[in-house]
């Protein structure tokens, strides 16, 4: 079982910067390839950034150059630092588990319980 536990969300500025983290204790994390999505109110969810379990990035189109993925798999920790937030950044931010980069991109196995990221304008 993963169990994935989001971190780092909270009020910016539009401009500002932020990093997410997500943690998974079990050891299979090096394993797995990771993602995290976002859903705004009234909103379907959206996916942000995918990572596959040796490195190779994707990045959704409106995110693309501001956010960067990260994963320490020996501390089993993912990372998203978001740079040049934009009020439109606004969401719940979910840390999200698979076993392939496509499947966690489109239909993740596992999900956290969320981080809320909200930017002023």
């Known amino acids: 079982q993963v169990t994935l536990m989001e971190s780092g969300g909270g009020l910016v500025q539009a401009g500002g910067s932020l990093r997410l983290s997500c943690t998974d204790s079990?050891?299979?994390?090096?394993?797995?390839?990771m993602a995290w999505h976002r859903q705004a109110p009234g909103k379907e969810r959206e996916f942000v950034a995918a990572?596959?379990?040796?490195?190779?990035?994707d990045y959704g189109d409106s995110v693309k150059g501001r956010f960067t993925i990260s994963r320490d798999n020996y501390k089993n920790v993912l990372y998203l630092q978001m740079n040049s937030v934009k009020p439109e950044d606004t969401a719940m931010y979910y840390c999200?588990?698979?076993?392939?980069?496509?499947?966690?991109?489109?239909?993740?196995?596992?999900w956290g319980q969320g981080t809320q990221v909200t930017v002023s304008s």
């Open positions: 990572i596959s379990s040796v490195g190779v990035t």
């Open positions: 999200a588990a698979a076993s392939n980069i496509v499947r966690v991109t489109t239909a993740p196995h596992y």
């Open positions: 079990k050891t299979a994390f090096s394993t797995l390839a």
